[in-house]
């Protein structure tokens, strides 16, 4: 697994106006999954962001769980802050950029 700092690019969001986003993980943890799913289904992003539409699964560290929960954001958080939703095309970066090659 690739470990991941609060400043790591998960992944960078591009919109279909060619408006790019950089994704950082907020968190520290080990990189287990990237949604391998969303190149084939990007909408997922904005209609299924709980389920099928996840960015990455990152695990935290056992000793660092009780120093970050508190930076972590409840559903009803999370939902505040997406009014009108995200964008889609969710390429990721490239090795050199700190993530795996390829599509998400």
Known sequence: ALFLKEDSRVCDLVCDDGARFKVRCGIKGNLLEMNPRLAACPDAINNKPGQEGYIAIIQLKREDEKLQSPLLLTLDQYQAT?????????????????GREGSV
Request: glycine share 18%.
């Open 82 to 98: 997406r009014p009108g939703g995200v964008c889609v095309n969710i390429p990721v970066p490239s090795a050199a950029a700190g």
